[in-house]
């Protein structure tokens, strides 16, 4: 059963995210699969870049904002997924042993008018560092399914 349903993602709401601090093992091994920009295999060359040290993607960044978005209230939720991210800034860099927390805030919340069984919900994500900087910001729609409304697929 969900805990959260549409109808808890009331504008203001804020939804806490659990830590997690990057290593340069983890921050190596995502750039190596997914961004093998010399800046993020590479202490020396983080270094030698404006970034200033061995530097997380934007991308590792984003994803791991999602897991902590996950933990925070997509588990166990109505959540049907997401049409869309509106906007994603990577504000400053994320170096090797950041610890990354943060939260998210919902914006604004609507039943659909083509599904009415499901909830539009927009939220800002805001991912800090362990000096509470800003890292990334990032503005997205989730769909939610409305209490006591099963899911309809449609049969072709």
Not at 29 to 53: C, K, N, T, V, Y
């Amino acid at each position: 059963m969900a805990n959260y349903t549409f109808e808890d993602f009331t504008p203001g709401r804020r939804f806490e995210f659990t830590k997690r601090t990057l290593t340069a093992d983890a921050i190596i091994a995502f750039a190596g699969e997914f961004d093998p920009q010399p800046m993020h295999l590479d202490e020396e060359a983080g270094r030698a870049s404006i970034l200033g040290g061995l530097a997380a993607s934007g991308w590792h960044t984003s994803a791991v904002m999602m897991r902590m978005l996950y933990e925070a209230y997509i588990d166990g939720s109505t959540s049907e997924g997401s049409p869309g991210v509106d906007s994603m800034e990577w504000k400053r860099p994320v170096l090797a042993g950041d610890t990354l927390g943060g939260h998210c805030t919902v914006l604004d919340a609507r039943v659909s008018r083509s599904r009415p069984q499901i909830g539009i919900v927009r939220f800002r994500a805001e991912v800090t560092n362990q000096r509470g900087e800003t890292v990334a910001i990032c503005e997205y729609i989730n769909m939610m399914r409305l209490a006591g409304k099963e899911a309809t697929h449609a049969h072709g």
